[in-house]
């Protein structure tokens, strides 16, 4: 997976600064896709399916086979794409691997993520874990930051741009977490933000109406850290629900509870 990653984003840094706005497609508002979004993700795919060619898959681009194998790939050929294409260094290829025999929660249509790596290749770092074996950042063992307190702690989170009539309740949110808290970041990269978490970088991510590739590699990451990943909405499964928040052990709970205490009880949003 390593390997596969780096290769993709020595592709992407080939295009990094060279894209033309001719090669930019609006696949919503404000939610873009360029060829080399499409190329990473064909270069992953077909390396990946070299490798293991028994394994299903699903891309964020499009890319998709479902044989009902026990094992499937998820994957985010560029997570970060209007980062990537304003210059700002700040993306990554995300690569996450599903046990499907292994389900997270009886009602969720996703098994459990058992592997992940994310590779930002502008910075050069690689994060990956595997169940129940750690996780790493360039091969050196990572751990979320098990003393920081809540009045301590940086926060990172997403804007809602595919889900603007929940913007009151996400200000909501924001604010409560920030005046708890000590400050917060927007990034623009989801798969970045969580191994941020694991690395003790951030303190805790949260984001509503995100897509499985966005997530699935870095949960694992942040999981295998010592860190807890939930779903703030309806349901215990991230990828389902589409609502992330991830942080230390210490941390979880009261995030939980400020972001329950916008969300309603029913609350659901996911690409």
Known sequence: MSK??????????????????????????????????????????????????????????????????????????????????????????????????SKVSSNSKYGKRIAGVVFNPAMNDLWSAGDKIGAARNCKRIHVDSEIHFADAIFATGFPFRAKQYAELYIDAWRKLFLTGSSMRRCGAASVDLCWVASGVLDGYWELNLGPWDMAAGEVIVREAGGIVSSFAMGDDVLEQGCIWASPAQLHQQGMDILRSVFPPDFKTKL
């Open 4 to 101: 596969v990653a780096n290769a993709a984003g020595a592709l992407l840094m080939n295009y990094y600064g060279k894209i033309s706005s001719s090669e930019i497609v609006t696949k919503a508002a404000h939610d873009f896709v360029s060829i080399a979004d499409k190329e990473s993700e064909s270069l992953c795919l077909e390396q990946l399916g070299q490798l293991y060619p028994d394994f299903d898959f699903l891309g964020e681009e499009g890319s998709s086979r479902d044989t009902n194998a026990r094992y499937r790939w998820i994957i985010d050929p560029l997570d970060g794409t209007t980062n990537f294409l304003r210059g700002i260094p700040i993306f990554a290829v995300s690569i996450g691997l599903e046990d499907r025999q």
